[in-house]
Antibody
Framework: QVHLMQSGAEVKKPGSSVKVSCEAS????????INWVRQAPGQGLEWMGVITPIFGTANYAQNFQDRVTITADESRKTAYMDLSSLRYEDTAIYYCARAVRHCSGTTCQYFFDYWGQGTLVTVSS | QAVVTQEPSLTVSPGGTVTLTCGSN?????????AYWFQQKPGQAPRTLIY???TRHSWTPARFSGALLGGKAALTIVDAQPEDEADYYCLLSYGGARIFGGGTKLTVL
């Protein structure tokens, strides 16, 4: 049974940082990538970035390049999303989403499957 | 940065068929964009319905299908059910980056 358990809600002040965790159970962590997606109140989904633990590499969306750091601890089967220099408009639900590796011949891609329950981050003075 | 476009809203009658589309301002959506479709109901996390343009997950009802249509990715729902009322988001891949469309609010009425 695959499950992604995210850390609890946070309230942060403008200019501070927040770190959200996502613990995966079920399956082999090294076969996944973990994506981070956020959703501001009443708005659509916004992809923030992805980490592939087996390679230790992360890719970030252009909009977040300067402020987000995504890491993973394979021993804990946990990924982390750290967002700095928080602004009021960073108030959102932050989701992690697993992507599992599919290979065809010599080509491999990671495809989304399961999502975490979401973590509400509120930026307020 | 690319922009991914979806219809803001659509309505379908129960038992009817509806097609949602997903376009890119960079041009024709091809299989190399590995299009996804996600369903989100109020107060819930998104759920992945379709990946790699047309592959259903084990939990995706057979009435949902993905394809490339007229230069866009498309999600077709056949025999729409009341429980299909939700927001639907597509996602396209651009190299290492992923970009969501703005979402389609589907009403079943």
């Amino acid at each position: 049974q695959v499950h992604l358990m995210q850390s609890g809600a946070e309230v942060k002040k403008p200019g501070s940082s927040v770190k959200v965790s996502c613990e995966a159970s079920g399956g082999t962590f090294s076969n996944y990538a973990i994506n981070w997606v956020r959703q501001a109140p009443g708005q659509g989904l916004e992809w923030m970035g992805v980490i592939t633990p087996i390679f230790g590499t992360a890719n970030y969306a252009q909009n977040f390049q300067d402020r987000v750091t995504i890491t993973a601890d394979e021993s804990r089967k946990t990924a982390y999303m750290d967002l700095s220099s928080l602004r009021y408009e960073d108030t959102a639900i932050y989701y992690c989403a697993r992507a599992v590796r599919h290979c065809s011949g010599t080509t491999c891609q990671y495809f989304f499957d399961y999502w975490g329950q979401g973590t509400l981050v509120t930026v307020s003075s | 940065q690319a922009v991914v476009t979806q219809e803001p809203s659509l309505t379908v009658s129960p038992g009817g068929t509806v097609t949602l589309t997903c376009g890119s301002n960079t041009g024709t959506v091809t299989s190399g964009r590995y299009a996804y479709w996600f369903q989100q109901k109020p107060g819930q996390a998104p759920r992945t319905l379709i990946y790699d343009t047309n592959t259903r997950h084990s939990w995706t009802p057979a009435r949902f299908s993905g394809a490339l249509l007229g230069g866009k990715a498309a999600l077709t729902i056949v025999d729409a059910q009341p429980e299909d009322e939700a927001d639907y988001y597509c996602l396209l891949s651009y190299g290492g980056a992923r970009i969501f469309g703005g979402g389609t609010k589907l009403t079943v009425l």
